[in-house]
């Protein structure tokens, strides 16, 4: 677990990255978006997140860091915010069996290659994005 320097370090590093790799923003979800998505053969990081989850705050910060050093993230997956308060109860968050806000599942065909639920840990948040690499 990195130290509370070494993420002020990482963060402050993380400013003086060129804006041309800065991670796009994640896409909003709408009913059918992640099917149509998966139907396409994309893979897909479905973050299941409400605004006034702290948890979801710190997954989404390292999310995001993570995706502004490695562009490989953003060329291999596409990122989908899903809304707790408005989609928690949908027919994706229960067919998905989403326990839930502050899940994190990787989403490939038919296949669910990982999940995390309340981690916000940026090793494990990093393993998960790098089984949509592989």
Same mark, same amino acid.
Not at 1 to 13: C, D, K, L, S, V
Not at 96 to 105: D, G, N
């Given at each position: 677990?990195?130290?509370?320097?070494? &993420? +002020?370090?990482? $963060?402050? =590093?993380l400013?003086?990255?060129? @804006?041309?790799? =800065?991670?796009?923003a994640?896409? /909003?979800?709408t009913?059918? @978006? *992640?099917t149509?998505?998966? =139907?396409?053969? #994309?893979? *897909?990081?479905? /973050? &299941?997140?409400? #605004? !006034?989850?702290?948890?979801?705050? $710190?997954? #989404?910060?390292? +999310?995001?860091a993570?995706?502004? $050093?490695?562009? $490989?993230?953003?060329?291999?997956?596409? &990122? *989908?915010?899903?809304? !707790?308060?408005?989609?928690?109860?949908?027919?994706?968050?229960?067919s @998905?069996?989403?326990?839930?806000?502050?899940? @994190?599942?990787l989403?490939?065909? /038919?296949? #669910?290659?990982?999940?995390? *639920?309340?981690?916000?840990?940026?090793?494990e +948040?990093?393993a998960?994005?790098?089984?949509?690499?592989?």
């Open positions: 677990m990195p130290t509370r320097r070494q &993420f +002020i370090i990482g $963060a402050a =590093a400013g003086l990255l060129p @804006l041309g790799r =800065a991670a796009q994640m896409i /909003d979800y009913p059918g @978006l *992640v149509e998505r998966l =139907a396409a053969g #994309e893979t *897909v990081l479905a /973050d &299941f997140s409400a #605004e !006034w989850c702290s948890t979801c705050r $710190a997954q #989404e910060r390292v +999310i995001t993570l995706r502004a $050093a490695n562009p $490989a993230y953003d060329a291999s997956m596409t &990122f *989908v915010k899903i809304d !707790w308060d408005d989609h928690g109860s949908g027919a994706l968050s229960q @998905l069996r989403i326990p839930r806000r502050s899940t @994190l599942v989403l490939r065909g /038919d296949q #669910e290659l990982g999940r995390l *639920v309340a981690v916000t840990a940026e090793p +948040i990093r998960l994005l790098d089984r949509a690499l592989a």
